[in-house]
Each structure stands twice: as structure tokens, then as C-alpha cells.
């Protein structure tokens, strides 16, 4: 087992980045690449000696605190970005590290990847939370496939069900993480910024760290954006975007399952912690009221639904194109066609839109639905007041014994969902979150305004002509709300 890291994961031009590789030494070559419509490669580095490195038994919970085998300033003319580092060892094996680049001036938007999602299947020298494991170090390496992947378009969830044998095996061949399909920069936040820059827009970028750690990260910006799998939220990084909206800035949620886990940052934000359905093992736990449990935002006992924030919550959406969930057209039906986010669309009520690349796939959020005239709309008691649905497509909650092969534990969300929200784990009660959906929706909250996908995969769908329309809809829109 081998790897690399960076530390720290972001900084800003004139601060130092550290490179480590291990645990073997040896002789190895270190190229940064910021990775955007092209990459862009800002460093080499050839016949760097990389020590013999500790490897401990807790890596998982401790990370590694391996001894760099390059360190390197941040250049002034190096573009706010992700930053690829590739290291070569001298058997030719490249293993990548990452870091994010911060802006010192306003851009158009600023971009928070979503890192402590990918900390949370990290499963590199240890359990992730979905192996039992309720710490993740960030001190350590990724694995396989969370930074890069030869065809993200290919070897994603959406698409697994229909995989022939020829693309399984060449798949197996890569090596890749079974678990990089559901987190990492090269799924739908690399698909999202190639697209953004093909617009001629730019980006600011930061990760969730930044977000839980700098008050100020999104002072003077118009627009917060969040894409793809943006599972994992502290109570800070809550607070920043919740407030940032409310003082008049714009949220746009081009992602899914967003916010479902509470989650902490501990050891100076080295360790990320959710104890997620093990209650009682979480020193926050209170039997009557416990808003620091690291479980669901929307467990009684936090008391704080996700869709306070983003208008839609995971408890009533579900999976969308996988094993015993709706496959769905692939896009949305349409319902509110005279919404500004369809404007220059040629839509009116019940159209599809995002069918073709099955832009509706994976996580999916949604509300509770009543219909009107048959138009659904957001029953207001669950919903943020004004919320407005767009547009839907079909999702379910898994129960246990539907999901794929999983780790020894595993409770089905429709089943915790049941038993949390709906008070037991009945059939009568799992009937009532079993069908739900991805929900497309916008409400005003405070002085901003909120628009969200809900739908992890929907930068899959961005090569479509009317995928990308509404995403510029909503961009341009939002820019321009505070001027």
C-alpha cells in the first residue's frame, strides 16, 4: 500500500505546501497540475528522496505524519484552483495528493468542494464511516480513483447497471476505489468546472475545512455554489452559508444528499468525526436534545432539517438509476415552465429535461409533494416558506436488504428514516417515505435566494443544451441579485 498527501489542503499565493509520499522509500518525481478545461502544470520535480515512513495501526482515526519529500510556495500567478499532484515512484507508479489554491481577490462565484465528504469514504489504511469507523484523518492519502479518473462520465453510479463486460474488466484493471464512484473531485465537481470555465466563468475555490474554519470566506461574493456529493456539514459551515443567504447573498445547490450528516472537525480540523446512526457512542448524545450529534441534520434531536438550508432534504428523496430504485427517463418532468430557471427553454408543463446523460442518477432530495390541479407542490408544513418545485423525478429510500453488498451494520436510510422522523420501523410508517423524489426547487431566503438540483449527479447532465441553460440561469441570476 502506497500513497501521498498535501498539508495543508488549501492556502493562498506566498504560504508553503507540504508533498508526502510513503510509507516505502525511494527515489520519486512530483508534478502539480491545476486541473480545469486543460491542465495546467505549474511544477516538476525530478529525483526527490522520499524516506522510509511510518505506517500505524490507527490511520484511519490518526492519519500519518510522514516527512515530506518536497515542499513548495504557492506562486502569485498560480489561479485559484484544484491542484492535481502526481507522484512518480521507480517502479512508475503514480499515486495523487491534492490541494485547492484560495483566491485574494473577489471572482465571479466561490466553489466549496466538497472534501469532507470525500474524507468521509476515505477507507485508505483504515474503515471509512461506511466500514465502521466514526473518525477520518485528513492527514493521509485518498485512494484510487477519488482525484482521477481516465472517463468520469463512464465510471459513475449512474451508470453501473448498464456497464457490459468489456468496461467492467477494463474498470477492474484501473484499480480503482469501490468507493470512488460515490465521492472525490473526479466525479461531478471536476465535470461542473470544466463546464464553468468553458462558460468564461471564474471560479473561486475553497474546501469545507476553509468553510468551518474562515468566517469571512464568503464576504463580497454574490454566489456560494455546492456540487455533486455534499453529504457532510459541521454546525459552522451551516451557520456561514445560512448566514451568508440571509444577509443577501445567493446559494445554489447543484448537488444532492446535501447536508444529510452532521459532522465535526476535531484536532485542528485534522480529524473529521460523525457517529452518524450510532447515537449513544457520540459524547454529544442527549436522550431529550442533542443539536451538536453528529447524526441526521434532520434527526429530532438536532432539530435543524438540512432544509432549512437547501430547501429539500435526503429523508424524502432516495436513489435514482441504481439497483431497486425508479431508473427514471434520467431527467426531470417539468412543472413550472414560466420559472426564470427555464428561460430560453422551449418547456412547458410535463417536459423532460436532463434525460440524455441520466442527469437524475445516484442521491436525490426532495419534499414532501401534494398535488394541486396536478401540479405537485411543497407541502408548506415541511418545506421552507415560498419554496417553489420546478421540476421532479422519481427516487426511493433503500431499505437494509435492498441495498448492494454493504459492510456489516449497515441500517437502510428508509429504515432510520422510518424510525427517527417516523417514530418505529414499521411498514406502515417506511410506506410513508418509500417513494420520494428528486426535487428541483428556489425560495427566497431572507434577503438572498436559495436554487437547488437536488440531485448529486446533475453535472453529469451539463453537456446538454438544456442541463447547461438552467445552470447558466441560475448563475447569471444570482450574480447580478446584489448589484
Not at 155 to 164: L, T
Request: with cysteine; glycine share 10%.
Amino acid at each position: 500500500m502506497r500513497g501521498a498527501y498535501c498539508w495543508p489542503q488549501s492556502a493562498i499565493a506566498g504560504e508553503r505546501v507540504a508533498v508526502c509520499f510513503g510509507p516505502n522509500p525511494g527515489k520519486v518525481s512530483v508534478e502539480i497540475a491545476r486541473q480545469g478545461l486543460e491542465p495546467i502544470t505549474v511544477l516538476t520535480q525530478h529525483n526527490l528522496e522520499s524516506p522510509q515512513q511510518l505506517l500505524p495501526d490507527n490511520v484511519s482515526v490518526k492519519g500519518v505524519d510522514w516527512t515530506p519529500c518536497l515542499e513548495f510556495e504557492i506562486e502569485q500567478d498560480w489561479a485559484s484552483g484544484f491542484y492535481l499532484v502526481s507522484v512518480t515512484d521507480h517502479d512508475q507508479r503514480v499515486s495523487e495528493a491534492f490541494f485547492v489554491v484560495r483566491s485574494q481577490q473577489q471572482l465571479d462565484a466561490m466553489l466549496v468542494l466538497s472534501t469532507s465528504t470525500w474524507a468521509a469514504y476515505n477507507h485508505w489504511g483504515g474503515p471509512s464511516f461506511y466500514m465502521g469507523s466514526a473518525h477520518s484523518s485528513l492527514c493521509r492519502p485518498l485512494p484510487k480513483g477519488f482525484l482521477r479518473k481516465d472517463d468520469p462520465m463512464i465510471h459513475r453510479i449512474g451508470q453501473f447497471m448498464d456497464w457490459d463486460d468489456e468496461t467492467q474488466e477494463e474498470l477492474n484493471r484501473q484499480r480503482y476505489s469501490p468507493w470512488c464512484m460515490a465521492a472525490g473531485w473526479a466525479n461531478q465537481e471536476i465535470l461542473f468546472v470544466q463546464w464553468a470555465e468553458s462558460q468564461g466563468l471564474k471560479l473561486a475555490y475553497a474546501i469545507s475545512e476553509d468553510l468551518d474554519r474562515d468566517p469571512d470566506l464568503l464576504s463580497g461574493y454574490p454566489l456560494y455554489l455546492s456540487v455533486g456529493h455534499d453529504e457532510y456539514w459541521s454546525s459552522t459551515m451551516r451557520d456561514q452559508v445560512e448566514g451568508f443567504v440571509e444577509a443577501g447573498g445567493n446559494a445554489a445547490f447543484f448537488s444532492g444528499n446535501t447536508a444529510f450528516w452532521q459532522a465535526r472537525f476535531e484536532e485542528d480540523r485534522r480529524t473529521l468525526v460523525s457517529y452518524k446512526t450510532n447515537l449513544q457512542a457520540d459524547p454529544h448524545y442527549d436522550a431529550h436534545s442533542a443539536p451538536g450529534l453528529s447524526t441526521m441534520w434532520s434527526d429530532p434531536l438536532v432539530g435543524r432539517p438540512e432544509s432549512e438550508m437547501t430547501g429539500v432534504s435526503f429523508t424524502y428523496g432516495g436513489y435514482a438509476h441504481m439497483n431497486n430504485a425508479p431508473k427514471g427517463s434520467g431527467g426531470y418532468q417539468v412543472w413550472d415552465p414560466d420559472h426564470w430557471a427555464f428561460d430560453s427553454l422551449d418547456v412547458s408543463v410535463g417536459s423532460g429535461v436532463g434525460e440524455k446523460d441520466i442527469t437524475v442518477a445516484y442521491e436525490c432530495d426532495g419534499c414532501p409533494l401534494e398535488f394541486v390541479d396536478g401540479i405537485p407542490q411543497a407541502v408548506e408544513s415541511k418545506a421552507p416558506r415560498g419554496f417553489k418545485v420546478l421540476a421532479t423525478a422519481p427516487a426511493h429510500l433503500w431499505e437494509t436488504q435492498e441495498a448492494p453488498p454493504m459492510p456489516e451494520g449497515y441500517i437502510g436510510e428508509l429504515n432510520w428514516v422510518a424510525e427517527r422522523l417516523g417514530g418505529e420501523d414499521t411498514e406502515v410508517v417506511r410506506a410513508q417515505y418509500a417513494q420520494g423524489h428528486a426535487v428541483m426547487g428556489s425560495f427566497m431566503k431572507g434577503k438572498g435566494e436559495v436554487f437547488t438540483t437536488g440531485c448529486t449527479d446533475w453535472a453529469y447532465g451539463l453537456k446538454q443544451p438544456d442541463v447547461s441553460r438552467i445552470t447558466r440561469n441560475v448563475i447569471d441570476r444570482f450574480m447580478k441579485r446584489d448589484k
